[in-house]
Every structure is written in C-alpha cells, then in structure tokens.
C-alpha cells in the first residue's frame, strides 16, 4: 500500500524533497517504514535513527501501526537553547 511521508528541516534537504512516497505491505509500523525509507533513499539512512516520527499528529514509536492515508511527518532531532 503507499504511504506519504512529509519530511522537514535536514531531512528534507537530504532528499531534495518535502514528501516521499513509499509501498509498504500492511500491517506496517513506524520500523517497518523507517526501514523501507533507508533502504529508498539512502541520503537518509544516517539521519533516520535519531529522528521524531509522528502519526496523525502523536509522536510515534517504532511498534506504532500505521495505515495508508495516515499523516506520517519525520523530523530530525532539534537541538539549542
């Protein structure tokens, strides 16, 4: 099933885009996804395990469910004071 991902900040200059799309078999989960997005785009593999991962708006955990046509947004660890 597809999945669209938002992607922000580093993340997204990485890519060179601010959504990507991927197939995913369901049931998936936020491992599942992140795995499939390394393996895709491998300008993000460095980035991803350290990221914030959110779901409809929740942050998310690598066993979170997500389905297609959920809101999926990937933001890389913010940091300063």
């Not at 078999?25 to 499939?36: E, F, G, K, R």
């Not at 390394?38 to 955990?61: D, H, I, K, M, T």
């Amino acid at each position: 099933m597809p999945f669209t991902i938002r992607l922000f900040a580093t993340l997204k200059d990485r890519a060179g885009r601010d959504r990507v799309q991927l197939a995913l078999d369901t049931p998936a989960t936020v491992y599942a996804l992140l795995a499939a997005l390394a393996a895709e785009y491998p300008a993000l593999r460095e980035a991803l395990p350290s990221a914030l991962v959110a779901v409809n708006q929740s942050f998310a955990f690598p066993e979170t469910a997500v389905q297609p046509g959920d809101e999926i947004a990937i933001f890389p660890p913010v940091s300063g004071g």
